[in-house]
């Protein structure tokens, strides 16, 4: 599986990206994926999760309410609206299954910057 992610970049406090993710691989419609992100100097976390048919969708706190997290598995691609962004949330924000964990491959990620 080959995951390329796209959209970041730099957007004042309040303004709106959106984030997308094109996996490959058979396997894409069958698997729960996610957004993680990691700030640095801090560990990679899951910010949203999306289950494999999309009607189950869950946040991080710090960001439930402005993030939205969609999936086209016709297209092997997810999406993550971000919305209100904050400062806080700055960091490269990376898709993967939801079970990924550090040792697990990862993609390149994408940068966002939340300048205050």
């Known amino acids: 599986v080959q995951l390329v992610e796209s959209g970041g970049g730099w957007v004042q406090a309040g303004g709106s990206l959106r984030l997308s993710c094109a996996a490959s691989?058979?396997?894409?419609?069958?698997?729960?994926m996610g957004w993680f992100r990691q700030a640095p100097g801090k560990q990679r976390e899951l910010v949203a999760s999306i289950s494999t048919g999309g009607g189950n969708r869950n946040y991080a706190d710090s960001v439930k309410g402005r993030f939205t997290i969609s999936r086209d598995n016709a297209k092997n691609t997810i999406n993550l609206l971000m919305n209100n962004l904050k400062p806080e949330d700055t960091a490269v924000y990376y898709c993967n299954v939801q079970w990924a964990v550090p040792s697990s491959y990862w993609g390149q990620g994408t940068q966002v910057t939340v300048s205050s």
């Open positions: 691989g058979s396997n894409f419609s069958l698997s729960a």
